[in-house]
């Protein structure tokens, strides 16, 4: 994962630093070595100053003013880091070893026990332009064909004059730096007509996650950079150099990112076709679809928009304009129905249930639980234990929870 390591976002928990820290009489070095890790359980907080002083391997520092979940932060560092008094820390390698120096007043830390272990995230792209199978310029003049239907995507560039397209049920007019890019699978063959002289790039290439593109059909006039990432592959479907087809590859995926970010623009300043209205409704019902197959799983708003490739401000948009709510809000509602079922079936305690759903403390849990439903969870336990008396479905007598099961 790519943290942001700027002073300015650092300094509300420390800051960085070029020189070793020389420690006073009331203050000690400890020489650390840490092997690699993936996750935490517990984080250390100290109410005076901490310095830390990497000399070998690379790690991310995790941390918060508070040891909640939600307000947990992440830092790469492969330098010298101050921390503020009661900054809650600790440290995820992700090197083989770690060496440093811990610089701490003569005092043992408080140590406080996650709820949920923190699991560092490495990013990866959630798509990958696997193949160009054809890449080509043609220049025509009265020209009218029709494609064959096959299983992989087309880019249609515009370089001069006007192209025709029949997509399904749509037709789509192409001018100059315009650009679209067709879906496999179309109903029926694609119509290309040029009744004046045109020149156009056609790439037909291969990705292995159609759901995660979401601007098909969409027609974009370029950006400056988009036209320079296509000018730079056109040039290289001319060479023949050794690194000629890592090199399409590349830019074709950065033509990509950048009509994945030029589509969440128009999709907010904007309002969108038919066929567009439609791919952003399929959209959705992957998202919730995803998020309800993970409902018991720690999952975040960023791990969703990193898994379908949708800017943060996107998914508040589609999440608002269908469901009238916020992603956060929708996965907190369906976690906290899951957490209903669960206290009904008497199977685990509030504690475990809180642990099951991923939130960061059975304390956040049960808050939230009281807010949506105006009851906490063990007065939702003991009511369900007094309606199964009631109505005798049990001989026995129910083993009812409480708030610190």
């Given at each position: 994962?790519?943290?942001?390591?700027?002073?300015?976002?650092?300094?509300?928990?420390?800051?960085?630093?070029?020189?070793?820290?020389?420690?006073?009489?009331?203050?000690?070095?400890?020489?650390?070595?840490?092997?690699?890790?993936?996750?935490?359980?517990?984080?250390?907080?100290?109410?005076?100053?901490?310095?830390?002083?990497?000399?070998?391997?690379?790690?991310?520092?995790?941390?918060?003013?508070?040891p909640?979940?939600?307000?947990?932060?992440?830092?790469?560092?492969?330098?010298?880091?101050?921390?503020?008094?009661?900054?809650?820390?600790?440290?995820?390698?992700?090197?083989?070893?770690?060496?440093f120096?811990?610089?701490?007043?003569?005092?043992?830390?408080?140590?406080?026990?996650?709820?949920?272990?923190?699991?560092?995230?490495?990013?990866?792209?959630?798509?990958?332009v696997?193949?160009?199978?054809?890449?080509?310029?043609?220049?025509?003049?009265?020209?009218?064909?029709?494609?064959?239907v096959?299983?992989?995507?087309?880019?249609?560039?515009?370089?001069?004059?006007?192209?025709?397209?029949?997509?399904?049920?749509?037709?789509?007019?192409?001018?100059?730096?315009?650009?679209?890019?067709?879906?496999?699978?179309?109903?029926?063959?694609?119509?290309?007509?040029?009744?004046?002289?045109?020149?156009?790039l056609?790439?037909?290439?291969?990705?292995?996650?159609?759901?995660?593109?979401?601007?098909?059909?969409?027609?974009?006039?370029?950006?400056?950079?988009?036209?320079?990432?296509?000018?730079?592959?056109?040039?290289?479907?001319?060479?023949?150099?050794?690194?000629?087809?890592?090199?399409m590859?590349?830019?074709?995926?950065?033509?990509i990112?950048?009509?994945?970010?030029?589509s969440?623009?128009?999709?907010?300043?904007?309002?969108?076709?038919?066929?567009?209205?439609?791919?952003?409704?399929?959209?959705?019902?992957?998202?919730?679809?995803?998020?309800?197959?993970?409902?018991?799983?720690?999952?975040?708003?960023?791990?969703?928009?990193?898994?379908?490739?949708?800017?943060?401000s996107?998914?508040?948009?589609?999440?608002?304009?269908?469901?009238?709510?916020?992603?956060?809000?929708?996965?907190?509602?369906?976690?906290?129905?899951?957490?209903?079922?669960?206290?009904?079936?008497?199977?685990?305690?509030?504690?475990?249930?809180?642990?099951?759903?991923?939130?960061?403390?059975?304390h956040?849990?049960?808050?939230?639980?009281?807010?949506?439903?105006?009851?906490?969870?063990?007065?939702?336990?003991?009511?369900?234990?007094?309606?199964?008396?009631?109505?005798?479905?049990?001989?026995?007598?129910?083993?009812?929870?409480?708030?610190?099961?």
């Amino acid at each position: 994962m790519i943290h942001t390591v700027s002073d300015s976002v650092l300094s509300s928990f420390g800051s960085y630093y070029d020189e070793p820290f020389t420690p006073g009489p009331h203050e000690r070095i400890q020489r650390l070595h840490l092997m690699h890790t993936k996750s935490v359980d517990q984080l250390y907080v100290y109410p005076y100053e901490v310095h830390l002083e990497l000399s070998r391997g690379i790690a991310s520092l995790l941390v918060g003013t508070s040891p909640q979940g939600e307000d947990l932060k992440a830092f790469p560092i492969h330098h010298y880091v101050k921390l503020n008094p009661n900054t809650y820390f600790n440290l995820i390698v992700h090197s083989d070893e770690l060496v440093f120096n811990l610089i701490i007043p003569d005092a043992h830390p408080a140590t406080v026990k996650l709820a949920v272990p923190y699991l560092y995230q490495p990013y990866f792209s959630p798509f990958n332009v696997l193949e160009i199978l054809d890449s080509y310029v043609t220049q025509v003049t009265d020209f009218h064909f029709c494609h064959t239907v096959h299983d992989y995507y087309e880019l249609f560039f515009v370089i001069d004059g006007t192209l025709t397209l029949g997509l399904t049920e749509e037709t789509h007019i192409l001018h100059a730096n315009d650009l679209i890019v067709c879906g496999p699978h179309q109903p029926r063959p694609r119509q290309t007509i040029c009744d004046t002289p045109c020149k156009y790039l056609t790439v037909v290439f291969d990705m292995g996650n159609a759901e995660r593109i979401h601007f098909l059909g969409q027609v974009f006039s370029c950006s400056a950079s988009i036209q320079s990432a296509l000018n730079k592959l056109i040039a290289q479907s001319m060479s023949h150099s050794f690194y000629t087809q890592t090199l399409m590859l590349c830019y074709l995926q950065e033509i990509i990112v950048q009509l994945m970010q030029l589509s969440d623009q128009m999709h907010q300043s904007h309002p969108l076709a038919g066929s567009q209205q439609a791919i952003r409704a399929d959209l959705l019902q992957q998202i919730v679809s995803y998020m309800n197959q993970k409902v018991a799983d720690p999952i975040t708003v960023d791990e969703i928009c990193h898994k379908f490739f949708i800017s943060r401000s996107s998914l508040q948009a589609l999440f608002k304009s269908h469901l009238h709510t916020s992603p956060k809000n929708y996965l907190i509602n369906i976690k906290l129905q899951k957490s209903k079922e669960l206290i009904q079936k008497k199977c685990h305690t509030i504690s475990e249930i809180s642990y099951l759903l991923g939130f960061s403390s059975i304390h956040y849990f049960s808050r939230l639980f009281k807010k949506y439903y105006n009851i906490s969870p063990s007065e939702y336990a003991k009511q369900i234990c007094r309606q199964q008396q009631a109505e005798s479905i049990s001989p026995s007598q129910p083993e009812c929870y409480n708030e610190k099961s």
